[in-house]
């Protein structure tokens, strides 16, 4: 049986403002339901690839059924390919964490087409490769924190530095309405995809495609607990020392309707060092 997966095509290695013209628009603070659909119905429609040693790593027994559970959501076999993960690439993930959910596919995927992975907790200390190694960054819900602490610029400089010419620069972010001041929006978890986007080309990025594989329109970014209220953390009282959390906890009926949401609404981008 053939072992399929979805790619966006888009041109590669595109300048930067080019890039920008052939995207679809962002969406926009005051966009309606109507404008969303006709707009993401702009988005390049997908071409079908095959990648076996992906589909096994995404489908291993050795993932936990928690992590499974959640490929609904984020969808695994589809983001990667349309990140343009390739056989025996050097791939570098950014803060994973301790529940390793994207490392889980990405290492057991180095090891099956002799390529590599590195976990890097402090960039700024080493991208674990040598410079112009990499293949492949990959961030994942990390912007927020970062913005917070004034990270993002130097950490996008480290990783610049780490890529070969013509890698990519993979990006997963909870997303806020676009034309938000990010300063109110990171607490809560969220990023306008705009902000994103200018970050990455300040610091030499092309924007090479943007996808809406991981879009959730039922979630509306205004939770009592920021995105955490949503699943997996599903945070449902107030926490210590966070003036931005609502003072009481969920009832059983708000905590089921934030459940039924599912994970946040993501932007998904392709970023590109020139070369």
Avoid at 39 to 67: C, W
């Amino acid at each position: 049986m053939r072992l399929l997966a979805l790619v966006m095509t888009t041109a590669l290695a595109l300048p930067a403002l080019a890039a920008a013209q052939s995207l679809p628009a962002l969406p926009t603070l005051n966009e309606s339901a109507t404008e969303r659909t006709v707009r993401r119905a702009a988005m390049t429609p997908p071409v079908l690839q095959e990648d076996t040693a992906l589909q096994a790593a995404v489908g291993s027994d050795a993932r936990s059924a928690a992590d499974v559970a959640r490929d609904v959501h984020r969808r695994p076999f589809e983001t990667l390919t349309f990140w343009g993960l390739t056989p025996g690439s050097t791939v570098v993930e950014i803060e994973p964490g301790r529940a390793g959910w994207w490392s889980a596919i990405l290492q057991p995927y180095a090891e099956a087409t002799n390529g590599r992975y590195v976990a890097v907790n402090r960039p700024l200390e080493s991208m674990g490769v040598e410079d112009g190694t990499a293949d492949m960054i990959v961030v994942a819900r990390a912007f927020h924190n970062w913005h917070r602490a004034g990270r993002t610029e130097p950490y996008l400089a480290a990783f610049f530095k780490a890529l070969k010419p013509g890698g990519v620069l993979a990006v997963e972010q909870h997303r806020s309405v676009d034309g938000l001041n990010p300063d109110v929006t990171a607490p809560t978890g969220y990023m306008p995809e705009s902000h994103i986007i200018r970050a990455a080309q300040a610091a030499g990025f092309v924007l090479d495609a943007r996808s809406e594989l991981n879009a959730n329109p039922k979630d509306d970014r205004d939770h009592p607990f920021g995105v955490w209220t949503l699943p997996p953390v599903r945070t449902s009282a107030p926490r210590a020392n966070n003036a931005n959390d609502r003072p009481t906890p969920l009832t059983e009926a708000e905590r089921a309707e934030y459940d039924a949401i599912g994970e946040s609404d993501r932007m998904t981008l392709r970023f590109r060092k020139p070369g």
